[in-house]
């Protein structure tokens, strides 16, 4: 059975910091894994989708990779800012009977100004 | 496009009454999902559809919950009788295709059930 983790469960930072949030996952038979932001009482935008066949994907500041044999992923956020402060979930997209995405229980980010 | 589209926004009903919630998918996707968030389980998959046909339902958690999809622009998920422990919030997403496309989400509806 997929278990998708994530770490930390919260991080602050100061403004201007680059940082790394984690996502680890125990069976490497994905589709794809997908990367999403849940600001408070809304519902998920959609970050950056990295395919099974792909190392990384980058979209402005953030740069996600995909490590399949290790079980990983990480999103990258470059010299963050205030407005970046909101839960980042991962979710895979899992290969094991029909397709459908296990979720990660993210991590809360603030950035500091 | 305006998105996923979700109705009501919020639900506020009594233990026992029928619930329903509604999604209409962005135009021209052919997946449809329902999942549940609550602040213990995290984000759970209910059901998804595969052109308007329920494709895994294993996430719904008791016949108290059933889903239809009558065509492509609309789904429903209902709950009844509705308890507390329903109480989450309940999202609607749609994609294009499954492995290279993107899921994209709607805003939710937060039910409470007293």
């Known amino acids: 059975k997929q278990e998708v983790t994530q770490i930390p469960a919260a991080l602050s930072v100061p403004e201007g910091e680059n940082l790394v949030l984690n996502c680890s996952f125990t069976?490497?038979?994905?589709?794809?894994l997908q990367w999403f932001r849940q600001d408070p009482g809304k519902g998920l935008t959609s970050l950056l989708l990295i395919q099974s066949s792909q190392r990384e994907q980058t979209s402005g500041r953030l740069n996600a990779s995909l490590d399949k044999s290790s079980g990983r992923s990480t999103l990258y956020i470059a010299a963050s800012q205030p407005g970046d402060s909101a839960t980042y979930l991962c979710a895979v997209g899992s290969t094991s009977g029909t397709y459908k995405y296990i979720f990660g229980t993210g991590t809360r980010l603030k950035v500091l100004a | 496009d305006a998105g996923v589209i979700q109705s009501p926004r919020h639900e506020v009903t009594e233990m026992g009454q029928e619930v329903t919630l509604r999604c209409k998918p962005i135009?021209?996707?052919?997946?449809l999902f329902w999942y549940r968030q609550t602040m213990m389980r995290g984000l759970e998959l209910l059901i998804y559809?595969?052109?308007?046909?329920?494709?895994?339902d294993s996430g719904m958690p008791e016949d108290r919950f059933s889903a239809k999809m009558p065509n492509a622009s609309f789904s429903t998920l209902k709950i009844q009788p509705s308890e507390p422990r329903d109480s989450a919030v309940y999202f609607c997403?749609?994609?294009?295709?499954?492995?290279?496309?993107?899921?994209?989400f709607g805003p939710g509806t937060r039910l409470t059930v007293t």
């Open positions: 069976d490497s038979a994905i589709y794809n």
């Open positions: 135009s021209g996707h052919d997946y």
């Open positions: 997403a749609s994609s294009f295709g499954t492995e290279v496309y993107e899921q994209y």
């Open positions: 559809f595969n052109n308007n046909v329920p494709i895994d």
